[in-house]
């Protein structure tokens, strides 16, 4: 599976934004997807993942974040909504394989996209 993140750019406060992950691959339905973020100085996060149908967010983000994805064109959505600049970061996808591991090991990652957060 190979990800391609887009959709990032800078945006002022209160705004929105839909970040897309386009992935190669014939099995994209079966794999998790998640979503992840890394701001200046910090670790890389999980910000929220769908699988099964299912989605699960952290607690910071509910309300805030929602994640989608469409199989048939192997796409999955985060919409972000009242953007604030604490949200700025480099926005990661990443797939989770089915199984055991499902939404806890991720094996294979997009390359980033920066959403900036102006206030």
């Known amino acids: 599976v190979q990800l391609q993140a887009s959709g990032g750019g800078l945006v002022q406060a209160g705004g929105s934004l839909r970040l897309s992950c386009a992935a190669s691959?014939?099995?994209?339905?079966?794999?998790?997807m998640g979503w992840f973020r890394q701001a200046p100085g910090k670790e890389r996060e999980f910000v929220g993942g769908i699988s099964g149908g299912r989605q699960s967010y952290i607690d910071s983000v509910k309300g805030q974040f929602t994640i989608s994805r469409d199989n048939s064109e192997n796409i999955v959505y985060l919409q972000i909504n009242s953007l604030k600049p604490e949200d700025t970061a480099i926005y990661y996808c990443a797939a989770s394989p089915p199984g055991i591991a499902n939404m806890i090991t991720w094996d294979y990652w997009g390359q980033g996209t920066q959403v900036t957060v102006s206030s």
């Open positions: 691959g014939r099995t994209f339905s079966s794999y998790g």
